[in-house]
T-cell receptor, first 115, second 114 residues
Framework: DAGVIQSPRHEVTEMGQEVTLRCKPISGHNSLFWYRQTMMRGLELLIY????????DSGMPEDRFSAKMPNASFSTLKIQPSEPRDSAVYFC?????????????FGPGTRLTVL | QQQVKQSPQSLIVQKGGISIINCAYENTAFDYFPWYQQFPGKGPALLIA?????SEKKEGRFTISFNKSAKQFSLHIMDSQPGDSATYFC?????????????FGQGTILTVHP
């Protein structure tokens, strides 16, 4: 199994540009999570989906952030326009969640730098 | 109510020593308490987890101690090794309604000196 796949692994962009981060969850997993990690704020949950439906987006910091999951094998996190304070490592995680099993499998992350 | 508070922020231990990381939670509905381990440049990965029906779970050198009345749980790493140097996150969730959502602590950076 290839695990959770994220692309790109590194992204450097200029303030004001649109950034799109991509995630391919593990096949068969029904929940997908987007996190942001910084030294100051730790690991923050941005949004999560179950069966492709957004469940809770209360962690999305601003309207500049949006996420979609058009099918079970693909999700995107978009930042438009990007700002320097968005610089962080963004993780996607998936889970084969059931009421008695709850483990999240994290991707390798995308390191975003906004200049 | 949804917070999980983790301490210390950083920990330095000598090889062979015991590393102890503590977490406290507020929401009594939480019923699943995992610890995740993250190496530099990698995503976090599940290390060990416990449910509140037991007070302790051991897997190799790693042990979770759980105190339901105090709403606290801790990770003990026995015979700590330099390869254990990583960031450790405690977490908590409610089975049944959470769809797998985890509430993470702030993380502890563990350094084990040779």
């Amino acid at each position: 199994d290839a695990g959770v796949i994220q692309s790109p692994r590194h992204e450097v962009t200029e303030m004001g540009q649109e950034v799109t981060l991509r995630c391919k969850p593990i096949s068969g997993h029904n929940s997908l999570f987007w996190y942001r990690q910084t030294m100051m704020r730790g690991l923050e949950l941005l949004i999560y989906f179950n069966n492709n439906v957004p469940i809770d987006d209360s962690g999305m910091p601003e309207d500049r952030f949006s996420a979609k999951m058009p099918n079970a094998s693909f999700s995107t996190l978009k930042i438009q326009p990007s700002e320097p304070r968005d610089s962080a490592v963004y993780f996607c995680a998936s889970s084969p969640w059931t009421r008695s099993y709850n483990e999240q499998f994290f991707g390798p992350g995308t390191r975003l730098t906004v200049l | 109510q949804q917070q999980v508070k983790q301490s210390p922020q950083s920990l330095i231990v000598q090889k062979g020593g015991i590393s102890i990381i503590n977490c406290a939670y507020e929401n009594t509905a939480f019923d699943y308490f995992p610890w995740y381990q993250q190496f530099p440049g990698k995503g976090p990965a599940l290390l060990i987890a416990i449910r509140p029906d037991v007070s302790e779970k051991k897997e190799g050198r790693f042990t979770i101690s759980f105190n339901k009345s105090a709403k606290q749980f801790s990770l003990h790493i026995m015979d700590s090794q330099p390869g254990d140097s990583a960031t450790y996150f405690c977490a908590a969730s409610r089975d049944g309604t959470s769809y797998g959502k985890l509430t993470f602590g702030q993380g502890t950076i563990l350094t084990v000196h040779p």
